[in-house]
C-alpha cells in the first residue's frame, strides 16, 4: 500500500502552502480535501492582509507582521511556478473608523485631510468623517489559491477530493494515517488543517467552529474608479485589477450554513453605494458566504499536539490569506522537528486542555 511522509487533511490557501513548503524539502505529502481543494473559507475571503493593531490582536501580531513582509515573494514565487497572477496590490487602505475608535497603544494615525482624500479616490461619496491611510496590501484569494494549487501539483503533491477524514489513525502511541469515509491511507505524520472542520476529526477535539461571513462582487463602471481599499463600519470594499469590487462581509455564529440572506446582501449594496454613488449602476456578478475557522479566542492553533506525529495548524479566523506564508514556514521547521523562527507557545492546542 503506497505511503506519504506526511498527510494534510484540508485543501485550503493553509494547507497547500504547507504541502507545498514541505515538498520542497523533499517529503512526498498527500492533501486529503472534503470537497473540492481551494473552495472553502480560502475561495470565499476578501483578502485584505491586514497586519496592524487595528484588527490584529497582539499576541498575534508578530506572526502578522513576518507574514505581511513575506507575501512579495511568497506570491512572485507561486506567479512563476503556476503561471498564473494572483492579483497583490499595494495602494493601501482609506479607513474611516468608528467615531469612537481609539488608537491602538503606541500608534496614532494621521487623518487625511479631505482635499487629498479627493484626490486619493474621486468616486468617494463626500462626507466628514475622519479618514486615515493604511499601508497595507490586498489580494485576490482565489486567485492565490489556483496558483498554488498549480505549483503544488507541478511539483507532484498528490491530492484527494470529495473524501473526508473521519480520524488520524493511531498504532503503538504514535500516528499511522489517516481513515475516510471511503478509505485509509498510511504516513507517519499528519497535520490537520482542515479550518472549521477540524473539531470533527477523531481523537482529539479541536475547539474550532464556523463563523459565517458572506459577501458580494460588483462590477465596476471602470477598471479604475477605486485603487485603495475602502474600510468603513459599515462595509468594506475591495477592488480588483480586472474591474471587480468586493463589498463585505458579514461575521456571524450561524453554524454551517453558508445560504446568502437577500436582506443581507442587500444592505451590503446600499452601504456600496452609499459609500461609492458611481456604483449605482454596477451589476451584482455574484453573492456568497464563507466559514472561517474560529476559535475561543480568536487565535490560530499552531505546532505540534500530545500524539507523536500529530500536528495542526488550524483556527486562522479572519487572517488565513495573510497567515499562509508564515504558517507554512513555522509548521515546517515544527514537523522537521527543528526550532520555528517563532515562538508558538500562544498557539498551542494545549492552552484548551
Given at each position: 500500500m503506497k505511503a506519504w511522509d506526511v498527510i494534510i487533511i484540508g485543501g485550503g490557501i493553509i494547507g497547500i502552502s504547507l504541502a507545498v513548503a514541505l515538498r520542497k524539502k523533499g517529503a512526498k505529502i498527500l492533501v486529503i480535501e472534503r470537497g473540492e481543494p481551494g473552495r472553502e473559507a480560502s475561495h470565499a475571503a476578501g483578502g485584505m492582509l491586514v497586519d496592524c493593531l487595528l484588527e490584529t490582536p497582539a499576541s498575534l501580531q508578530a506572526l502578522a507582521t513576518a507574514s505581511a513582509q513575506m507575501y512579495p515573494e511568497f506570491a512572485h514565487e507561486l506567479e512563476i511556478e503556476s503561471g498564473?497572477?494572483?492579483?497583490?496590490?499595494?495602494y493601501g487602505s482609506i479607513v474611516f473608523p468608528h467615531l469612537d475608535r481609539e488608537d491602538p497603544p503606541g500608534i496614532t494615525f494621521a487623518s487625511i485631510p479631505a482635499h487629498h482624500l479627493a484626490e486619493l479616490e474621486p468616486a468617494l461619496a463626500p462626507n466628514n468623517q475622519p479618514a486615515f491611510f493604511?499601508?497595507?496590501?490586498?489580494?485576490?484569494?482565489?486567485?492565490l489559491t489556483a496558483a498554488a494549487l498549480k505549483t503544488a501539483k507541478?511539483?507532484?503533491?498528490?491530492?484527494?477530493?470529495?473524501?473526508?477524514?473521519?480520524?488520524?489513525?493511531?498504532?503503538?502511541?504514535?500516528?499511522?494515517?489517516?481513515?475516510?469515509?471511503?478509505?485509509?491511507?498510511l504516513a507517519p505524520k499528519v497535520v490537520n488543517c482542515a479550518g472549521a472542520w477540524s473539531?470533527?476529526?477523531?481523537?482529539?477535539?479541536?475547539?474550532?467552529?464556523?463563523?459565517?461571513?458572506?459577501?458580494?462582487?460588483?462590477?465596476?463602471?471602470?477598471?479604475?474608479?477605486?485603487?485603495?481599499?475602502?474600510?468603513t463600519s459599515r462595509a468594506y470594499l475591495i477592488p480588483r485589477s480586472d474591474g471587480r469590487?468586493?463589498?463585505?462581509?458579514?461575521?456571524?455564529?450561524?453554524?454551517?450554513?453558508?445560504?446568502t440572506d437577500p436582506a443581507t446582501v442587500q444592505r451590503l449594496?446600499?452601504?456600496?453605494?452609499?459609500?461609492?454613488?458611481q456604483l449605482?449602476?454596477?451589476?451584482?456578478?455574484?453573492?456568497?458566504?464563507?466559514?472561517?475557522?474560529?476559535?475561543?479566542?480568536?487565535?490560530?492553533?499552531?505546532?505540534?499536539?500530545?500524539?507523536?506525529?500529530?500536528?495542526?495548524?488550524?483556527?486562522?479566523?479572519?487572517?488565513?490569506?495573510?497567515l499562509a506564508p508564515i504558517t507554512a514556514q513555522v509548521m515546517t521547521a515544527v514537523i522537521e522537528g527543528r526550532q520555528a523562527e517563532h515562538d508558538l507557545t500562544a498557539f498551542s492546542a494545549a492552552r484548551f486542555r
Open positions: 498564473m497572477k494572483v492579483d497583490l496590490r499595494d493604511l499601508k497595507e496590501r490586498s489580494v485576490d484569494p482565489r486567485a507541478n511539483r507532484d503533491v498528490d491530492f484527494s477530493s470529495g473524501d473526508p477524514v473521519k480520524a488520524v489513525n493511531i498504532s503503538d502511541g504514535a500516528v499511522s494515517g489517516v481513515t475516510t469515509t471511503k478509505t485509509s491511507f473539531g470533527q476529526i477523531g481523537p482529539l477535539n479541536f475547539p474550532t467552529r464556523p463563523v459565517k461571513g458572506q459577501m458580494l462582487c460588483l462590477a465596476m463602471p471602470s477598471r479604475t474608479l477605486l485603487k485603495h481599499v475602502i474600510r469590487l468586493l463589498v463585505g462581509a458579514t461575521v456571524e455564529e450561524a453554524g454551517y450554513d453558508k445560504r449594496h446600499r452601504a456600496a453605494l452609499e459609500i461609492v454613488p449605482r449602476d454596477a451589476r451584482i456578478l455574484e453573492d456568497w458566504a464563507g466559514l472561517r475557522p474560529g476559535t475561543p479566542d480568536a487565535l490560530p492553533i499552531l505546532g505540534a499536539t500530545s500524539i507523536p506525529g500529530y500536528y495542526v495548524a488550524t483556527g486562522h479566523f479572519r487572517d488565513g490569506i495573510l
